[in-house]
């Protein structure tokens, strides 16, 4: 399948699978348990990263530009054309996970219903869209890789955080995003592969940035994302009480995804990802706030 026969599948896949966000006015809320308002007010640093999905768009267009700068052929940028516009078809629609999330959080903790008619939009631009000034940890192969692998985490938490919940329609909000999460898997999986496939040079650059792309969620490019992890950790359902539970049902869904795209070439066993991703949670436990740095270990510089 070519890039544009791809971009038109899921961006009619898209159009068939819309939610009715109902005006993010879910007259609803007020039925909701004290567990289920428990867990949204666990939530806020989801709606960031939901919401850090402008920073992605706006940072990916900077670092094709910069590549176009520093000399990448014309035919090797164009190759990159369906998968910039399906960051358009995306854009929405973590816009819309975030009016959700935010909607939800700010009646648990204020009891008002005006989320959105309250927000500062030159605020909301300086917090979501340019956040990633600070947090550049990516060149334009390892980010759209981080993309996909980060959206098998969205994902799995939806799908726990889902089945925790009592609300039937607070339900079927979270399994409305899980599924969002799921089909850009999806999405992401094939536009990749489209452009691996387009030339041996996308090929050698993404296997050459698969490490960060592997293992940095797309959303640290936001304030509180790792406040978010280490609050969001215990939402994992884990069964047969196995902490690493989840963790491995993730790094099994990332070596599937990782074995797809690159097959031989796949530098990575399984255990090799799950290792990876315990060296870096073991790093990153407790932290709240990070930055770039040159020379932070990983690039990834804690801060107050
Ligand atoms: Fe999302
Ligand atoms: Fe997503």
Known sequence: MSGLETLARFGCVSDECRWAAD???????SELDAHDREIIS????????????LASATQL????????????????????TPVFSYVSIISYEELRHGFTLGSLYHYVTTGKTDYIAQM?????????MWC??????????SYILAHLFSEIINTELYRDVAIRVHHPQLKEALGFIRNDEARHIAAW???????????????????GALERGLLYHNAMVHE??????????PLFLSERNDRLEPLKRITQQKYRVISDLFGERNPYSEKD?????????MKTSGVQRARYSEEAPGNIEVIA
């Not at 267009?61 to 990159?80: H, I, N, P, V």
């Open 23 to 29: 005006r993010y006015q879910f007259p609803w809320v």
């Open 42 to 53: 666990l939530l806020d640093c989801l709606r960031d990263g939901e919401f850090s999905g």
């Open 61 to 80: 267009y900077e670092l094709l530009l910069q590549e176009k700068e520093a000399g990448m052929s014309q035919d090797r940028l164009a190759d990159w």
């Open 120 to 128: 500062n939009p030159r605020e909301f631009g300086k917090k979501y």
């Open 132 to 141: 990633y000034d600070d947090r550049r940890y990516w060149d334009l192969y």
């Open 189 to 207: 999986s094939a536009l990749i592969r489209d452009l691996l496939q387009a030339d041996e040079y996308h090929m050698e650059r993404a296997l």
């Open 224 to 233: 509180t994302y790792f406040e978010g992890v280490n609050k969001m950790m």
């Open 273 to 281: 990802i799950q290792d990876m991703h315990l060296n870096y949670l």
